[in-house]
Nanobody
Framework: QVQLVESGGGLVQAGGSLRLFCKAS????????MGWFRQAPGKERGFVAA????????NYADSVKGRFTISRDNAKNTVYLQMNSLKPDDTAVYYC???????????????WGQGTQVTVSS
């Protein structure tokens, strides 16, 4: 069992930056690939970024490549999402999730956090 808690969301102007945090409980954090997803009002939850169990591999949605960076610190049971050059279209609730394999589809993730709101004003 893995419990995930996100933090770091907030209100930022377009062009600004935010860093999201996802703290995991349990002793097996390093056994899981981690992903970030987001859901805007009226839209389906979509893939943002993923990182492998030890951080050797990452994957990004085309819409965030070059602006967002996913990383993890297994000693701290934490995964991060650094978001730069934010746009109003990035406004959404951001969720972190844990999976046994690094994939981009939400259905493959077993554990989810409660989400953190990111709002980008124009």
């Amino acid at each position: 069992q893995v419990q995930l808690v996100e933090s770091g969301g907030g209100l930022v102007q377009a062009g600004g930056s935010l860093r999201l945090f996802c703290k995991a409980s349990g002793r097996t954090f390093s056994h899981y690939a981690m992903g970030w997803f987001r859901q805007a009002p009226g839209k389906e939850r979509g893939f943002v970024a993923a990182i492998s169990e030890i951080g050797a591999s990452t994957n990004y949605a085309d819409s965030v490549k070059g602006r967002f960076t996913i990383s993890r610190d297994n000693a701290k049971n934490t995964v991060y999402l650094q978001m730069n050059s934010l746009k109003p279209d990035d406004t959404a609730v951001y969720y972190c999730a844990a999976s046994r394999i690094m994939i981009t589809t939400s259905s493959g993730y077993n554990y989810w956090g409660q989400g953190t709101q990111v709002t980008v004003s124009s």
